[in-house]
């Protein structure tokens, strides 16, 4: 038996694959055997492949290790993190849209960091202090500038060594972000429809983003459709943290935390140690999640 290499997969080029062997860093481009094609597992962007070398640069996909999880927009395997990037300016990205989504990021099930940025347009301290009310107690907020800079050191630490994925609205400063960690990475910030992409198979499919200082980062924006995932609203509650640890002193347990008496939730919201805002984006996205279930049927 001819000897087995590691590599992770880091993009499609038409039928084979791009590995990057672990140890030298060298890339084969690999076929993959046909029972691939036949078992529902293929080798994802993201996967720990082995593989068995053939010429020089080319090599035979044999085998997926472990992965870890599967995000299908963009398709993408074993990710470690999600980066949420939001502004308050230029856009003002209200907290309804960043809850949104924090919901479709724990849908997931991946570690969450959020990003602050555009934080030299900010006139008080103020509007830091604001949002860091709301999220620090959940999420790591970093605060930072991909003009002036700062902080970008942080964020470095945060990418390295990880998959990650970007998430956020158009305009807030993904790509120059990246731009800035590592300048020469580049960002796909606009989505190619399916239908405009058929043929040019290339083109639909995401691949991993090198960081020099290690680590790789999805080339397409995660969750850019924001749409919620087909769930009941009874299960909403599992993807905002605080209502969920709240719900447990609720006197219903199937509490939807709307009117029912004995609500700790309501509780909590009244004290402030639930922020109204969330909890606003909590009733805002069950009756969307009621609206689409009720359509359904
Ligand atoms: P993306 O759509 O999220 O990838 O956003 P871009 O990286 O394309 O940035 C959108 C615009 O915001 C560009 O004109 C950037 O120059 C600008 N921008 C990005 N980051 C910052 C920042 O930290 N401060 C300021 N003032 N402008 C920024
Ligand atoms: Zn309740």
Do not use: W
């Not at 470095?156 to 990246?178: C, W, Y």
């Amino acid at each position: 038996m001819s000897e087995r290499f590691r590599g992770i997969v880091v993009r499609f080029h038409g039928k084979t694959l791009i590995v990057k062997e672990e140890l030298d860093g060298k890339h084969f481009e690999c076929d993959m055997p046909g029972r691939f094609k036949r078992t529902k597992t293929k080798p994802l962007v993201g996967d720990i492949v082995e593989f068995t070398i053939e010429s020089e640069n080319k090599g035979i996909v044999q085998n997926i290790l472990n992965r870890r999880n599967e995000l299908s927009r963009p398709k993408i395997a074993s990710v470690d993190q999600v980066i949420l990037v939001t502004t308050l300016v230029k856009p003002e990205v209200s907290n309804y849209i960043v809850d949104k989504f924090l919901v479709l990021a724990e849908y997931s099930g991946l570690p969450i960091i959020i990003v602050l940025n555009k934080l030299d347009l900010l006139t008080s301290k103020d509007q830091l202090k604001e949002f860091s009310d709301v999220y620090s107690d959940y999420y790591t907020v970093i605060p930072t500038s991909a003009k002036t800079g700062e902080n970008l050191n942080l964020l470095i630490e945060i990418f390295r060594n990880k998959i990650s994925t970007m998430a956020g609205v158009t305009g807030v400063g993904k790509s120059s972000l990246l731009n800035g960690l590592n300048p020469g990475l580049k960002l796909k910030t606009t989505e190619i429809s399916q239908k405009l992409g058929r043929g040019k198979h290339t083109t639909t499919r995401s691949e991993l983003l090198e960081f020099n200082f290690g680590g790789y980062v999805a080339d397409t924006p995660g969750f850019s459709t924001l749409e919620l995932p087909d769930m009941k609203p009874e299960e909403l509650q599992d993807y905002f943290v605080e209502i969920r640890a709240a719900s447990e002193g609720c006197s219903f347990s199937n509490c939807s935390h709307i009117d029912e008496p004995g609500c700790h939730v309501k509780e909590l919201l009244n004290d402030h140690s639930i922020k109204k805002s969330r909890y606003n984006s909590y009733i805002k996205l069950y009756n969307e999640l009621k609206k689409k279930h009720r359509k359904k049927r």
